[in-house]
């Protein structure tokens, strides 16, 4: 089983950063994507973003991808969440998951219902 812990998520001003990790464990994650999601209040949980493991590449939305950071410690198998110029409307619970194994050939995905595992969540609030 995988298991995933969130931490990092605080209060912050706008304009500031804020770095949230991801520690995983349970399974060796060769055939892993890892993404973040949030969810903010009367919202649908949205895709942040998502790194290969193998590799490390990442993809990211469009609302993110100038400001936010995906990276990963391998001897920690921690998945690291960078983020710069928070707005208010980067105010959301965030959430790692943890998508695999999958088959080669597979790409990324978007889809929370394409993520088997799920971190508990980290409540981060941009203030103006």
């Known amino acids: 089983q995988v298991q995933l812990v969130e931490s990092g998520g605080r209060l912050v001003q706008a304009g500031g950063s804020l770095r949230l990790s991801c520690a995983a464990s349970?399974?060796?994650?060769?055939?892993?994507?890892m993404g973040w999601f949030r969810q903010a209040p009367g919202k649908e949980r949205e895709f942040v973003g998502a790194?290969?493991?193998?590799?490390?590449?990442?993809y990211y939305a469009d609302s993110v991808k100038d400001r936010f950071t995906i990276s990963r410690d391998n001897a920690k198998n921690t998945v690291y969440l960078q983020m710069n110029s928070l707005q208010p409307e980067d105010t959301a619970v965030y959430y790692c998951a943890a998508r695999g194994p999958y088959s080669s050939g597979s790409y990324y995905s978007t889809d929370t219902g394409d993520y088997g595992y799920w971190g508990q969540g980290t409540q981060v609030t941009v203030s103006s």
């Open positions: 790194l290969r493991w193998s590799g490390g590449s990442t």
């Open positions: 349970g399974r060796t994650f060769s055939s892993y994507d």
